[in-house]
């Protein structure tokens, strides 16, 4: 049986150095404002959706429902941006139940316009009818074992983890939907969000529901041109990013990354030792 993601963050907390070398009231806040986050969340809402255990997290929100979801969030902010492309080619990094991708595939098919779509999940949950008309596509990927290619729409499906991708100026829009980035950050790393940079073409768009402050940091390190989307359902806006025509890559020279000593009481060879191991598995992820 797989342990709740809450018990491992909260165990690897208190085994940290860095946690043990906190203030006791410090080392207190800290365990509570984590346990908070991972608390349970099952509210039941009247829409149709699925619930992450390990997460604690739903896949759409439970206010608005899946379509409002995916029309404010991901359909509506990047459909006006494409209405003059004849192909238009998408990244749908947490693709879940193929909400955000289908609803999108349908709006661009009706445009007339080919969207060629790689959808991308570690877990593929069952069909869920979401009582809309791009079910019957979502549901014609399901029923051809998620691959679809024909004159009107390619769609293929990686079911792997989304940190393996590798694209380079492939991509027009990417939907970005993992789960909230304190609890998923796998998806939300500046690392990760570099990938994903490196996968769109200049230009192109990348649009999420959030507006985290970490996440709006990394990408304008990477130098994405960010403006926010008014917010519908939640009381934040959510974060659209376009890769600007003055690229400035994050990571040209590993060299670049700063030193660190967490906790102002590290040893000389502890500091030096973690920086150049940082250098080095920069240089083997980006092939520098
Ligand atoms: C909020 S749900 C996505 C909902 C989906 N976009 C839809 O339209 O139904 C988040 C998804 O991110 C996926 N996920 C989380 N971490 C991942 C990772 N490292 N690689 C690939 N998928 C991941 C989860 O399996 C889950 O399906």
Known sequence: MVKPLKEKVLNTLVNDDSYKSLFLKHQDILFKELSNIYKENKIYGDFPNLYSEYYNEYYHSVSIGPIEEAYNKFVNPVLELLKKKSDVYILDIGSGMFVNSGILAYELMKMDIKPHIVSVDKYTPPFVNINYEADNLR???YDNNFYIDNKHIHWIYLNIDARKIRY???????????????????LWSLDFLNILFRSLKTGGVWVSYTANKSVEASLKILGFDIDFIPSCGRKTPSMRAIKSNIPKPFFKNPYTIPMRDKTLRSLEEHII?????????????YGF
């Open 273 to 285: 030792v973690d920086y150049f191991l940082r250098v080095y598995i920069l240089r083997e992820v």
């Open 139 to 141: 549901k014609a990927f």
């Open 168 to 186: 380079v100026n492939y991509f027009d829009i990417i939907l970005h939907d993992g789960f909230s980035p304190y609890k998923n950050p796998s």
